[in-house]
C-alpha cells in the first residue's frame, strides 16, 4: 500500500470533548476546595464572620511553620539514622512514633511532621490562592501547581519551601547520609478517580523522593483503604522490573511526611482515589544531589515486544461460515482499501456473523477451563492475556482465524498491503486475547512503538464504555516514555510543571482514539515511530455484564 501519513485522526473518543474547555477543568477542583473550606473552617472553629474575611484577604495567614521538636531531638536523629544505615526491616520509634519499612525498598514515614495547626493553615491557602493545571496522560490524571519556588504570593507555601531548604534537607543529609543539594517541590491534588501508575522516579540527580500530606478535616485525618490515594509499593525481579501485586500501601495521612530513597527498583504508584468527599492533597518532590548512580544503568532497560509468527498454513477456515457476508463482497474490499489509504483507518461492524460472536462471548464469560495470566511488568502493562493453548470451542476458532492464510488474504484484499501472495515475502502476525477489568492500562513505553509499518487488528467482546479505550500517538510528537523513569514528572506522582505543554496527550498527537463496539473490528494502519496506549480502567467505569475481552493483532509484511 501507497505510504501515507501515519495515521489520519477522524474519530475521537467522546470524552475527549469534556477536557477541551481548560477553564472549566480548572475551575472544577476551585469549586469543589470552596466547598471543602467551610468544614475546614468549622473543624478549626472559625466563625462566617471570620470565614468570609478569610476570603477576602486570599487567606494570609501568618503561621509560623515550624518543625516538630521531637525530631530535632538528637537521640531521634541517631534513632533514624542508624535504622537507615542498617537497612533493617519493619522498625518504629516509640518516641516519634516514626517508621522505616524495609521491603521491598526503604521508606520512611514521619507522623506530625510540623506543629499543630500548620497543615491546616497550608490547606486554606491551597484553597484560596493555588491555581490548580490538570495533568492527563496515559501515566497519570490528576491537578497539579507551579513549583513552590515560583509562588511567592503564597506565603505559607513559601515558608514550607524554605523549612525544606533550610531544616529538612541538612537533616535527610544526617539520616540518610547523602550529599543533597537543592529541593524542587510543588501541590497535588487527586479528586475521585484520579490516578499514577507505575514508574521509579529515577531521573539523573534525584536522591530522595518525598510526600507530605496534607488532610486536615475531622474525621478524614487519616483514610483507610477504601477512599483509595494509598501510596502503593511494588517488588521488582532480578532485571529491575515492577512485579504485580502490590506488596504494601500506604495510606494519605494529615501532616505525616514520607520519604525514599530513589533508585532502579523504587517502583509505586498512587492508588485511585475512589471518595467523593475529599480531595487527596500533597506537597510533595525530589531532594537533588549528584548524578544517581542507577539512573546510568536504567537507561539501558527495554520493555518486553511483541513476538511475531508466521501465518498458520494448516489452518483453513471457511470464512463464509464466520464472518458477515457483506465483508466477502468484492465491492466491499474495494471500498475498504480506498477508506484505508485515505484515512488509514476503519472500522467494521458486525464483522462475524451474530451467533458466532454471541457464542464466543458466553464462552469467554463462562467457561473456567480458560486459562488467564496477568501481562506486565507493572510499569508497562497491567491487564490479563489468555494461554491460547487452553482456547477451544468458538473461542480458538476465532483465534485460529486471525493467523491463518485465509485471514491474511482477506487483509491484503482490504489494504493492498503484500501480506499474501506472490509478492508477499514473510509476512508475519500476533494474536493476543485480553481481558480487561477495572485498574487495567498500558503505558506510553518503546515496547509498544510500532519498529516497521505495521496492521493493528483490534475486535471487542463484551464492550463497555470506558474500558479498553485505545489512543495512537504521532511519531513527530516528543513522548513521554522517558517519564515512567521520571522525567519532570513523577514522585508520588507529582510533577513539575516546566514541561506543562509537552505532559499533556493534546489533539494535534492524538491521531486516532479507537472506543469498545461489540463485534466490531478495528483496522489501524500504522507507520514506522507510531506509539500507542490503553487507557487506564477507572473504577467508575460501569462493568456490569463483566469484564471486556478484546482480540488484538498485528500484521507486518
Known amino acids: 500500500m501507497e505510504e501515507t501519513s501515519p495515521l489520519k485522526a477522524k474519530r475521537k473518543d467522546k470524552t475527549e470533548d469534556k477536557h477541551e474547555d481548560t477553564d472549566a477543568t480548572v475551575e472544577a477542583p476551585q469549586k469543589k476546595l470552596a466547598r471543602l473550606s467551610g468544614s475546614l473552617d468549622e473543624a478549626a472553629g472559625v466563625g462566617e464572620g471570620q470565614r468570609a474575611g478569610a476570603e477576602t484577604e486570599a487567606c494570609d495567614i501568618d503561621v509560623d511553620l515550624s518543625l516538630n521538636t521531637a525530631y530535632q531531638q538528637k537521640d531521634a536523629t541517631q534513632w533514624l539514622q542508624t535504622a537507615w544505615s542498617k537497612q533493617a526491616q519493619d522498625t518504629k520509634d516509640d518516641k516519634t512514633g516514626a517508621q522505616i519499612y524495609g521491603d521491598p525498598f526503604q521508606i520512611c514515614l514521619l507522623p506530625e511532621l510540623l506543629d499543630k495547626g500548620s497543615s491546616q493553615a497550608l490547606v486554606h491557602e491551597m484553597i484560596n490562592k493555588v491555581h490548580w493545571s490538570r495533568k492527563q496522560m496515559d501515566l497519570y490524571e490528576f491537578y497539579q501547581s507551579t513549583d513552590l519556588s515560583n509562588m511567592s504570593e503564597c ?5 514550607f519551601l524554605q523549612l525544606l531548604r533550610k531544616q529538612v534537607r541538612p537533616w535527610l543529609e544526617q539520616v540518610t547520609n547523602l550529599k543533597l543539594d537543592y529541593v524542587s517541590a510543588s501541590c497535588s491534588m487527586y479528586t475521585c478517580g484520579d490516578y499514577l501508575l507505575v514508574h521509579d522516579d529515577l531521573l539523573k540527580d534525584r536522591q530522595i523522593a518525598f510526600i507530605y500530606y496534607l488532610s486536615p478535616w475531622q474525621g478524614a485525618e487519616e483514610w483507610n483503604e477504601e477512599q483509595g490515594g494509598c501510596l502503593e509499593i511494588f517488588s521488582s525481579d532480578d532485571q529491575c522490573f515492577p512485579q504485580f501485586p502490590v506488596q504494601r500501601q500506604i495510606a494519605p495521612k494529615n501532616n505525616q511526611f514520607a520519604f525514599f530513597k530513589v533508585g532502579s527498583r523504587s517502583f509505586h504508584q498512587v492508588g485511585e482515589v475512589t471518595t467523593f468527599d475529599y480531595p487527596r492533597l500533597t506537597i510533595n518532590g525530589w531532594f537533588h ?19 511475531y509468527l508466521q501465518p498458520d498454513i494448516n489452518n483453513k477456515p471457511k470464512l463464509g461460515l464466520l464472518l458477515n457476508d457483506v ?14 489509504e485515505e484515512n488509514s483507518e ?24 480458560l486459562t488467564w495470566r496477568r501481562q506486565g511488568p507493572a510499569n508497562a502493562h497491567n491487564y490479563e492475556v489468555l ?42 502476525c500476533s494474536v493476543e486475547l485480553q481481558r480487561w477489568s477495572h485498574g487495567n492500562y498500558t503505558v506510553l513505553g518503546d515496547g509498544l512503538v510500532s519498529e516497521d509499518n505495521t496492521l493493528d487488528l483490534v475486535y471487542y467482546l463484551n464492550a463497555a464504555e470506558g474500558a479498553a ?8 510528537v516528543e513522548q513521554r516514555v522517558p517519564v515512567e523513569n521520571g522525567l519532570d514528572g513523577t514522585t508520588d506522582g507529582e510533577q513539575t510543571m516546566e514541561e506543562d505543554d509537552e505532559d499533556e496527550c493534546h489533539d494535534d498527537s492524538v491521531l ?22 490503553t487507557k487506564y480502567v477507572s473504577r467508575n467505569t460501569p462493568l ?10 498485528s500484521y507486518k509484511e
Not at 465483508?327 to 484505508?340: D, E, G, H, V, W
Not at 479505550?469 to 513527530?476: A, C, D, F, G, N
Open 155 to 159: 506565603r505559607l507555601l513559601a515558608k
Open 289 to 307: 544531589g549528584a548524578t544517581n548512580e542507577a539512573f546510568v544503568a536504567d537507561s539501558s532497560r527495554a520493555f518486553p515486544r511483541l513476538s
Open 327 to 340: 465483508y466477502l463482497k468484492a465491492a466491499t474490499c474495494r471500498s475498504i482499501q480506498k477508506r484505508i
Open 346 to 369: 476503519i472500522c467494521l461492524y458486525e464483522f462475524f456473523k451474530r451467533e458466532k460472536f454471541e457464542l464466543a462471548r458466553s464462552q469467554l464469560l463462562s467457561d473456567e477451563s
Open 387 to 428: 494461554d491460547l493453548s487452553t482456547a477451544k470451542g468458538t473461542v480458538e476458532e476465532l483465534l485460529q482465524l486471525f493467523r491463518s492464510n485465509a485471514m491474511f488474504q482477506l487483509l491484503r484484499d482490504f489494504t493492498d498491503l503484500d501480506l499474501y501472495g506472490v509478492d508477499a515475502i514473510t509476512p508475519t
Open 469 to 476: 479505550v485505545i489512543t495512537y500517538l504521532s511519531p513527530e
Open 512 to 533: 486516532l482514539t479507537i472506543t469498545p463496539v461489540d463485534n466490531a473490528l478495528n483496522i489501524v494502519y500504522r507507520c514506522e515511530g507510531t506509539t500507542k496506549f
Open 544 to 553: 456490569e455484564k463483566g469484564p471486556v475481552f478484546v482480540i488484538s493483532c
